[in-house]
C-alpha cells in the first residue's frame, strides 16, 4: 500500500476539475415543507467561488445575491417571498430564522457577515402533500432562473430504539435505530436530520435514501446522529450520548430532489487522491442548486 501511494505522489498531474474556470453561476437553494410546525417556504441565492478562492469575510459577504424577485406558484395562485437579512430583523423574527439559518450557520450578533434569504413571512404559502410548486427567480439585470418541485406522500417511522454499539466504545453512548415499512410497487425517496437538546437540525453525510433494494419491505436500519460542521469525525461519530434528548426529522422527498443529495454526498465522501469529480445533479433552469419539498415528521427521544 505504501509503495501504491509512493507511486501515485511520484507521477502526480496537477488536477483541475472541468468547472475551475467556468464564469461564475447562480446558486439556488430552496425548500417548502409539509408536516407539524412546518417553516415557511425559503430561498438562498448565491453565487459560486471561483475553484481556488480563499474564502474570507469579505467573499461571504459578497455571495449572497440581492433584489431579486422570487416567487412561488401554485395551482391557486403566486406568492412572492421577500428578502431579509439577519441584521434588519426584530427578535421574534429572528427566533423562526434561526430554525432556517441554523442548518447553515451559527449566526448571533457577534458575526461580522450578512446572511440574507428570501422568505414568506406572511405565511401566505403552506405546503401540501401531493401539489406541485413552480419556483421563478428574476435577478435585477433580467436574468431568469425556474425549478419545479413536488411534496410527495409521507412514509413515517415505526419505532426508535437505542442500542449498546459494537465495539470498545464507552457506556455513556449509544446507537440509535428504527423500523420503517416501505410502500411497496411504487419509487420512494427519503433523507432525515437529527438535533440534539435545543440546537438546529442538521443533515449528516448519507442523508438520502431509496427504496430500490428494499422496496415493500419493512425493515431495521441504523440512524447516526448528524454531527457539527467543524466536528472532528472519528470512529465515535454518529453515536448519541446518554442523557441527551434527540430529535429527528424524517422526511421524504421527490426524485429530483433525491439525485441533487445524493450525487453530492457521493462526491463528499470520495475525496482523496483517488477519487473522481462528480458534477452535482440539479433541478435549477439557468443555475445550480436545488429547489425542494418535504413531507416531514418529528420524533423526540430522551437517550437512555
Same mark, same amino acid.
Given at each position: 500500500?505504501? %509503495?501504491?501511494?509512493?507511486?501515485?505522489?511520484?507521477?502526480?498531474?496537477?488536477?483541475?476539475?472541468?468547472?475551475?474556470?467556468?464564469?461564475?453561476?447562480?446558486?439556488?437553494?430552496?425548500?417548502?415543507?409539509?408536516?407539524?410546525?412546518?417553516?415557511?417556504?425559503?430561498?438562498?441565492?448565491?453565487?459560486?467561488?471561483?475553484?481556488?478562492?480563499?474564502?474570507?469575510?469579505?467573499?461571504?459577504?459578497?455571495?449572497?445575491?440581492?433584489?431579486?424577485?422570487?416567487?412561488?406558484?401554485?395551482?391557486? &395562485?403566486?406568492?412572492? +417571498?421577500?428578502?431579509?437579512?439577519?441584521?434588519?430583523?426584530?427578535?421574534?423574527?429572528?427566533?423562526?430564522?434561526?430554525?432556517?439559518? @441554523?442548518?447553515?450557520?451559527?449566526?448571533?450578533?457577534?458575526?461580522?457577515?450578512?446572511?440574507?434569504?428570501?422568505?414568506?413571512?406572511?405565511?401566505?404559502?403552506? &405546503?401540501?402533500? %401531493?401539489?406541485?410548486?413552480?419556483?421563478?427567480?428574476?435577478?435585477?439585470?433580467?436574468?431568469?432562473?425556474?425549478?419545479?418541485?413536488?411534496?410527495?406522500?409521507?412514509?413515517?417511522?415505526?419505532?426508535?430504539?437505542?442500542?449498546?454499539?459494537?465495539?470498545?466504545?464507552?457506556?455513556?453512548?449509544?446507537?440509535?435505530?428504527?423500523?420503517?415499512?416501505?410502500?411497496?410497487?411504487? &419509487?420512494?425517496?427519503?433523507?432525515?436530520?437529527?438535533?440534539?437538546?435545543? %440546537?438546529?437540525?442538521?443533515?449528516?453525510? %448519507?442523508?438520502?435514501?431509496?427504496?430500490?433494494?428494499?422496496?415493500?419491505?419493512?425493515?431495521?436500519?441504523?440512524?447516526?446522529?448528524?454531527?457539527?460542521?467543524?466536528?472532528?469525525?472519528?470512529? +465515535?461519530?454518529?453515536?448519541?450520548?446518554?442523557?441527551?434528548?434527540?430529535?429527528?426529522?424524517?422526511?421524504?422527498?421527490?426524485?429530483?430532489?433525491?439525485?441533487?443529495?445524493?450525487? +453530492?454526498?457521493?462526491?463528499?465522501?470520495?475525496? @482523496?487522491?483517488?477519487?473522481?469529480?462528480?458534477?452535482?445533479?440539479?433541478?435549477?433552469? &439557468? @443555475? +445550480?442548486?436545488?429547489?425542494?419539498?418535504?413531507?416531514?415528521?418529528?420524533?423526540?427521544?430522551?437517550?437512555?
Amino acid at each position: 500500500m505504501i %509503495g501504491i501511494v509512493y507511486l501515485a505522489m511520484a507521477c502526480e498531474k496537477e488536477f483541475i476539475p472541468e468547472v475551475a474556470n467556468e464564469p461564475d453561476e447562480i446558486v439556488v437553494e430552496g425548500y417548502i415543507e409539509a408536516g407539524p410546525d412546518a417553516l415557511p417556504p425559503y430561498v438562498l441565492l448565491t453565487r459560486t467561488l471561483p475553484f481556488f478562492t480563499a474564502i474570507s469575510r469579505d467573499e461571504l459577504n459578497e455571495i449572497f445575491l440581492h433584489d431579486a424577485e422570487v416567487v412561488v406558484t401554485t395551482d391557486e &395562485g403566486a406568492v412572492p +417571498l421577500t428578502e431579509v437579512c439577519w441584521s434588519e430583523l426584530d427578535q421574534n423574527q429572528r427566533q423562526l430564522l434561526q430554525q432556517v439559518i @441554523g442548518q447553515f450557520a451559527v449566526i448571533d450578533d457577534s458575526i461580522d457577515f450578512e446572511f440574507c434569504l428570501y422568505i414568506d413571512l406572511s405565511f401566505q404559502l403552506r &405546503g401540501e402533500i %401531493g401539489k406541485r410548486y413552480d419556483l421563478s427567480v428574476t435577478m435585477p439585470d433580467g436574468k431568469q432562473l425556474s425549478a419545479s418541485t413536488s411534496i410527495p406522500r409521507h412514509i413515517p417511522l415505526d419505532t426508535l430504539f437505542f442500542k449498546v454499539p459494537v465495539g470498545e466504545v464507552p457506556d455513556t453512548l449509544k446507537e440509535l435505530r428504527t423500523f420503517i415499512e416501505d410502500t411497496p410497487g411504487e &419509487g420512494d425517496f427519503y433523507r432525515y436530520f437529527t438535533a440534539t437538546n435545543d %440546537g438546529s437540525f442538521l443533515a449528516p453525510l %448519507g442523508s438520502v435514501a431509496d427504496d430500490l433494494l428494499f422496496d415493500g419491505q419493512s425493515f431495521e436500519f441504523p440512524l447516526p446522529k448528524a454531527e457539527p460542521f467543524d466536528a472532528d469525525l472519528d470512529e +465515535l461519530a454518529g453515536l448519541y450520548t446518554i442523557g441527551d434528548t434527540t430529535h429527528i426529522k424524517w422526511t421524504n422527498i421527490d426524485e429530483p430532489h433525491f439525485r441533487f443529495w445524493n450525487t +453530492l454526498e457521493f462526491n463528499t465522501f470520495n475525496q @482523496g487522491p483517488f477519487s473522481n469529480y462528480t458534477r452535482i445533479q440539479t433541478n435549477i433552469q &439557468g @443555475g +445550480l442548486g436545488i429547489w425542494g419539498g418535504y413531507s416531514f415528521s418529528v420524533y423526540t427521544i430522551v437517550v437512555e
